[in-house]
Structure formats: structure tokens, C-alpha cells
């Protein structure tokens, strides 16, 4: 897909995996993003952790994974 932009942006907006909660509620049905991660830096990584507590999957990612509507599963990211 071609987009005017610059390319760095692009990158950028895939790098922030906070933004979903907000930008993408609608989207992809998923209300439970919005705690906040836990962030640490080990030399010249930085470790992204974000732990959800058990709740019901949004119907994108339940037909993505083939569960039924609604299944409850706890994710981590």
C-alpha cells in the first residue's frame, strides 16, 4: 500500500503499542488495553510487558484464532 508519508512516522505509529486502547477501541472491539505496561531497560533493550487481566476476546481476534464469540482468555504481551 502506498502512503504519503514519511516512512519513519509509519514505523513509529507500529512501535507504540499503547496507542491501541485509544485509536483502535472500535476497531478491534478490545476495551481492556489501557493499563499500563511495565517498562525496563536492560543495557541497550528495552522490555515492553503489559499483562491483562482474564477478559473476554473482541470478535476479531476470536475469529483470527478460531475460539468461539466472547471466549475469556488472559493475555500478555
Known amino acids: 500500500m502506498e502512503v504519503d508519508a514519511n516512512w519513519v512516522l509509519i514505523r513509529e ?5 499503547t496507542h491501541i ?6 476497531t478491534f472491539k478490545q476495551g481492556d488495553w489501557d493499563n499500563v505496561p511495565e517498562v525496563t ?7 515492553y510487558r503489559q499483562d491483562v487481566a482474564p477478559s473476554p476476546l473482541g470478535p476479531l481476534f476470536c475469529a483470527g484464532f478460531g475460539f ?4 475469556v482468555v488472559k493475555r500478555e504481551q
Open 13 to 17: 505509529n507500529v512501535l507504540d503499542l
Open 21 to 26: 486502547a485509544f485509536l483502535h477501541a472500535d
Open 41 to 47: 531497560v536492560e543495557g541497550e533493550t528495552v522490555i
Open 68 to 71: 468461539p464469540d466472547g471466549k
